[in-house]
């Protein structure tokens, strides 16, 4: 399952008040300020550098440098909702 699709689910799926941020690059803008010609090579270059959270917990500050960190889990807080709230 993609990792947006579960993050929405899991949203959608908690008592309250659900908030799912979704980020993404824009190939062809910050391409080009970064010397990249076309989207595609934006792309290639996001897919070699990004990597799971999961697999980034093993990894050392030198290893991480040059790499997107994608972290594709929920946060819950625990709060009380409105309606757990009301007497």
Request: proline share 2%; net charge positive.
């Amino acid at each position: 399952m993609f990792a947006l699709v579960k993050a929405m689910q899991d949203a959608m799926q908690r008592k309250g008040f659900g908030f799912v941020e979704i980020v993404s690059q824009c190939p062809e803008s910050y391409g080009r300020r970064i010397g990249l010609s076309t989207a595609v090579d934006f792309l290639r270059k996001f897919k070699e550098r990004s990597i799971r959270i999961e697999k980034a917990k093993g990894m050392s500050e030198e290893e991480l440098a040059d790499r997107i960190v994608i972290v594709s889990s929920a946060i819950g807080r625990g709060r009380n909702t409105s309606q757990s709230s009301t007497p």
